[in-house]
């Protein structure tokens, strides 16, 4: 859908390039003022004053810093810099943008709907950019069809904007609710006051996601779409002619799809052309190929070895079955070394795609946090002004406190997941040894339950948690040993049958032998002798149908042993398991 828009985008700017430079040819030397009808009069300021709506993301808002930012403030000031053109943007209210422009106090606006009423005010260049329209209610309401099937609701709508011009044209005249920007009126629908609002898709998602506005949906996206552009006051074609002569240049030079991309292509789904794909295809073959064979002509070699080796057993061992187990030996460490030699090769890849995603949360974390604090203080205004009300499906009360947690929690789970995927790469490739320096296991035992608390909470009714006072200081990486203590009260969780059964977690000081102990047991169905041997081993698991890898009990083992620990385990089936983690103190 957005390469579409893209096109016909593109296809509209080059029409209305061709019919103004038909209509009117581009004045040489003169800078548009917007003066008059016809641009400047000589002597007088050649300033083009321009303005926009300062909050209509990712087109045209204020920034953090205070400063006019989007899509068409950056396209306006490349159009200003290829046609040497002195422009000073101001954003405001939309509904004194789009009356001071018809009043001529300012030259040009930043963005404007093509709408036939409008066209009798403001003249339009060239599209360059084509806004669809959505109807967003709140979770639950019903898909609509149509803005008749609105009739009888109270539905907000953006003060003087493209689709508050059709509506009172249609006559809801009565039932409209105005806002004076999209961010008021998904506020205000968000808050159950009304019942719908019909806004802007892109600007409205945007607005959504920022203010975690996540009880309104839309029932229905493309209510309506329209041309949109830059606007200048009726008659001023010399600044109409400029602006589309800047734009067409932006686009032969590329300029245009760089602002485009930067601002709204990051939007969209990225489509692969089929010369790119094969292109891709192949350079991943290739590669894969090569690997295949070098893999074949490897194995081939060590089961040669294997096979040499078989016989000079053959020749030393008189009893068969000797030789026989010497044989499946071999065999077996053949396998594991095929294995370990293949997880050299899915880690880079697993690695990078978890991740390019988990990058993304951590990144945008510190500017939720910054951003829920400064929301928060006007939340609170607003709450002792008007009293308590609803917060994502909450009271404000209770969520008030509850959202930083949430975000520290997430924040929390986004490092984890990158200390995990480090730890996967350690296991296939060493790496330097992690930072040690002594730390309370008490605290780290303490902040993995809190990391978990949800899975605790759906496995088991009974969780019981003992830490012994005045615990020494143990010597590691308190990170690392915090994820050895999720990975074992997680394994107990999944153990459990039923919620009915417990877990029990406690730290003790073992004084005669230097070490902090932490034992987690769980009433759960217990592990056989035989499994139990093997319970460390990368890739073993008893859990593969339900998703596991095998390599959660073989990290831990592998960080325990880094700090010197030791990590045990002691199980009967039916009646439950306790593994022990003992750490030597600083």
């Known amino acids: 859908m957005g390469f579409v828009i893209r096109i016909v985008s593109a296809v509209c700017l080059l029409l209305g390039l061709a019919s103004s430079c038909l209509a009117s040819a581009p004045v040489d030397g003169i800078l548009v003022g917007g003066q008059g009808d016809d641009g400047p009069v000589p002597g007088r300021s050649n300033i083009i004053r321009v303005s926009g709506n300062r909050n209509y993301p990712p087109y045209e808002f204020v920034d953090k810093n205070g400063q006019p930012a989007g899509f068409t403030v950056d396209l306006v000031r490349a159009v200003a810099e290829v046609m040497g053109m002195d422009v000073r943007i101001q954003l405001n209210e ?35 950019s084509i806004v669809q329209h959505a109807i967003f209610a709140r979770k639950g309401t019903p898909p609509v069809g149509s803005l008749e099937e609105l009739r009888g609701h109270k539905v907000i709508v953006f003060r003087d904007g493209a689709m508050h011009d059709r509506l009172k044209l249609l006559g809801f005249g009565d039932d409209l609710v105005p806002a004076d920007t999209v961010a008021d009126a998904l506020r205000l629908l968000a808050s159950g006051r009304c019942d719908y609002t019909v806004t802007a898709l892109l600007p409205s998602m945007y607005i959504i996601r920022e203010n975690k506005l996540s009880n309104l949906v839309p029932v229905n ?39 485009y991309d930067k601002w709204l292509g990051v939007l969209e789904p990225k489509k692969v052309s089929w010369d790119k794909a094969l292109q891709y295809g192949a350079m991943t073959l ?21 096979n040499q080796r078989t016989r000079e057993l053959a020749l030393e061992v008189s009893e068969k079955e000797r030789a026989l187990e010497e044989l499946r030996l071999h065999q077996d460490k053949l396998v594991q070394a095929d294995k370990l030699a293949s997880l050299g090769i899915l880690v880079s890849g697993v690695a990078h795609e978890i991740n390019n995603p988990n990058g993304l949360i951590l990144m945008s974390m510190p500017i939720l946090k910054e951003s829920q604090d400064a929301v928060s203080k006007v939340l609170e205004d607003y709450c002792r002004e008007h009293g308590d009300f609803m917060c994502g499906q909450l009271p404000y009360s209770r969520m008030r406190n509850r959202i930083p947690a949430l975000l520290h929690e997430v924040h929390e789970g986004a490092k ?9 790469k350690d296991f296939a490739r060493q790496s330097d040894a992690a930072s040690m320096e002594p730390f309370d296991m008490n605290d780290v035992v303490q902040a993995a339950t809190r990391l978990i608390e949800s899975s605790i909470r759906k496995a088991t009714r009974g969780f019981t948690a003992s830490y012994a006072d005045d615990l020494p200081k143990v010597m590691g990486n308190a990170q690392r040993i915090e994820q050895v203590v999720v990975n074992l009260i997680l394994n107990a969780c999944q153990a459990l049958p039923d919620q009915e059964r417990r877990i029990f977690v406690s730290t003790s000081f073992e004084r005669k032998q230097g070490k902090v102990v932490l034992k987690v047991r769980d009433e759960g169905i217990g592990i056989d002798s035989e499994q139990l041997l093997h319970l ?40 439950g398991t306790t593994v022990t983690l003992s750490l030597p103190t600083a």
Request: zero cysteines; glycine letters at 10%; charged letters at 20%.
């Open 416 to 424: 984890r997941i990158k200390r995990i995927v480090d730890d996967l």
């Open 536 to 575: 460390t081993d990368p890739f073993y698991t008893t859990k593969r149908e339900t998703g596991g890898t095998g390599l959660g009990l073989s990290v831990s083992a592998g960080i325990v042993k880094e700090h010197g620990g030791l990590l045990e385990f002691a199980s009967e089936p039916g009646t």
């Open 286 to 306: 290739f590669p894969l190929v090569l690997l295949l064979a070098g893999t074949f002509v490897w194995s081939r070699s060590l089961q040669n070895r294997v």
């Open 94 to 128: 939309w509904s004194k943008v789009r009356s001071d422009l018809a009043a001529g106090r300012i030259d040009m606006s930043l963005g404007m709907s093509h709408t036939p009423e409008r066209e009798a005010f403001f003249d339009y260049p060239s599209p360059h």
């Open 221 to 259: 996206k493309n209510i309506a779409s329209y041309k949109f552009s830059f606007a200048v006051r009726k008659g001023n074609h010399a600044l109409q002619s400029r602006l589309n002569e800047g734009l067409a240049i932006l686009i032969k030079t590329g300029q245009y799809q760089q602002i």
